[in-house]
C-alpha cells in the first residue's frame, strides 16, 4: 500500500492517492475511508461564527451537521460525490471525493468533547497479482472564495452568511473590487458604505425628510406635554390630531430605514466572514482588520457619531424613551469596543455618512420653509 500525497505552490489542496498492489495469492478486499477530528471549545469571542460540521450533496446541498446534532444521533447517509468539513470562523479543513463515487457519510461523538466527521466508501476488490487505486482531495486552508468554488460545487459556502447569502456574495464582490482599486481593505469598507448610502439616498431622504418634519412639531408636542402631563390616552389623541392636521405621517422615517436594514446586515456578516481582512493593516495603530481597535479609538468614534446622530433625531414623546436613546451610544461603545476593527470601521463611516445626510436634507428643508413663509 502506498499512499501519497501532491503539494502545490500556492495552493491549499492536496491530492490524496492510495495505491494498491496485490502480491498474494488471494483478493484484496477493503473500503477507503476519510474522516476529521476535531475538539469542541466554548467560544471566548464577543462575536460568534459557527464552529463544527458541515456536508453538502446535490439534493441537500449545504448542510450543517453541529456537536449538538452528533451528540443527538449518528449521521448515516450515503451521498454520489458531495463533500464534508469541518469550519472554524476564518479556516476549514475538507474531504472532497470522486463527483460520481458514493460514499457513507457519518459522524461519531467520541466524548471528551470530540467529535469526528468522516466518509467511506463500499467495499472494493483487488484481484490476485492485480493493482488498484483510490483518489480523493483534501483542502486544509484559508476560507478564499475564489479557490473554493475551483474544487467543488458550494464548498465557497462554507463562507457562511446565512439566510443574506443573496445579497452578501454581490457585496463581498464589490469590496473585492474596491480593494483592488484602494490597494487596502480599510479603505475597501469605507467605499463600498458609501456606495451604499449613495444607493440609498432617496430612501435615506424620505426619511430624514420625514425626521425633519417631525422636529418642526417639538414646540406643539411640549405644549401638549405640559398640558395632559401623565394622561397617556389623551396625549396619544392630542398628538394623532397634530400629525392628522400638518399632514405627517408618524411612521414615514420608520419604513425607508427597515428597506435597508437585509443590506447593511449582509454586509456586518460580509466584513465578519472575510479572512481576507484577518492581518489586514488600514491605517497607523490599525495593523489588523479582524481584531479590535488595541486603543478603543474607533469605538470612541462610534459613539460619538451615534450620539450626534440621537441630538439630531427628533427626541421620543416619553421622557422614559429619550433617556434611553440618550444612554444607547454609551451601551454600544462598550460593545463595539471588543469587536473587529474592520466592522467598527464601517459602523463609524455609515455613521459619519448618515449624519452629513441628515445635515443636509434638514438644511434644505429649513430653507424651503424660510422660501415658502417669504413668499
Not at 38 to 52: A, F, L, P
Not at 224 to 239: A, F, K, N, T, V
Not at 345 to 366: D, F, K
Request: net charge neutral; hydrophobic share 45%; proline share 6%.
Amino acid at each position: 500500500v502506498t499512499k501519497t500525497y501532491v503539494f502545490r505552490p500556492g495552493s491549499y489542496a492536496i491530492d490524496v492517492e492510495l495505491h494498491i498492489d496485490n502480491q498474494t495469492k488471494l483478493p484484496w478486499q477493503g473500503r477507503f475511508y476519510r474522516q476529521l477530528q476535531r475538539e469542541r471549545s466554548d467560544s471566548n469571542g464577543v462575536v460568534y461564527t459557527y464552529t463544527g460540521g458541515v456536508i453538502y450533496s446535490d439534493t441537500e446541498k449545504y448542510e450543517k451537521i453541529d456537536f449538538d446534532d452528533m451528540d443527538d444521533a449518528n449521521l448515516n447517509r450515503t451521498i454520489a460525490g458531495g463533500w464534508m468539513a469541518m469550519i472554524q470562523h476564518y479556516f476549514l479543513s475538507a474531504w472532497i471525493p470522486d463527483a460520481k463515487q458514493p460514499n457513507q457519510y457519518y459522524s461519531v461523538a467520541l466524548g471528551n468533547n470530540r467529535y469526528v466527521l468522516g466518509m467511506v466508501t463500499d467495499a472494493q476488490s483487488i484481484a490476485a497479482g492485480a493493482v488498484g487505486n483510490f483518489q480523493t482531495q483534501l483542502f486544509i486552508g484559508p476560507k478564499l472564495q475564489d479557490m473554493l468554488e475551483k474544487l467543488a460545487p458550494g464548498l465557497e459556502l462554507t463562507v457562511d452568511y446565512g439566510w443574506l447569502t443573496i445579497i452578501s456574495k454581490p457585496l463581498f464582490w464589490l469590496l473585492s473590487w474596491s480593494e483592488s482599486v484602494a490597494g487596502n481593505w480599510g479603505w475597501a469598507i469605507a467605499i463600498v458604505t458609501l456606495i451604499i448610502k449613495l444607493f440609498f439616498f432617496p430612501l435615506s431622504a424620505a426619511s430624514y425628510r420625514s425626521m425633519a418634519n417631525m422636529r418642526k412639531l417639538q414646540p406643539k408636542i411640549a405644549a401638549l406635554r405640559e398640558r395632559y402631563g401623565d394622561d397617556r390616552q389623551r396625549m396619544s389623541q392630542g398628538m394623532m390630531e397634530i400629525y392628522k392636521k400638518e399632514k405627517i405621517n408618524p411612521f414615514g422615517g420608520c419604513l425607508p430605514i427597515v428597506v435597508q436594514i437585509p443590506v447593511f446586515i449582509a454586509l456586518y456578516w460580509v466584513l465578519l466572514e472575510s479572512v481576507e481582512l484577518r492581518q489586514a493593516p488600514f491605517i497607523f495603530w490599525i495593523q489588523d482588520l479582524s481584531i479590535k481597535d488595541p486603543y478603543y479609538v474607533l469605538p470612541l468614534l462610534m459613539g460619538a457619531s451615534m450620539l450626534i446622530q440621537t441630538k439630531l433625531n427628533p427626541p421620543p414623546p416619553d421622557p422614559v424613551q429619550a433617556k434611553v436613546m440618550m444612554a444607547l451610544p454609551v451601551i454600544f461603545t462598550a460593545f463595539f469596543a471588543f469587536f473587529p476593527s474592520g466592522l467598527v470601521l464601517y459602523w463609524v463611516v455609515n455613521n459619519v455618512l448618515s449624519i452629513l445626510q441628515q445635515w443636509h436634507i434638514t438644511r434644505a428643508s429649513e430653507r424651503a420653509d424660510m422660501v415658502a413663509k417669504a413668499g
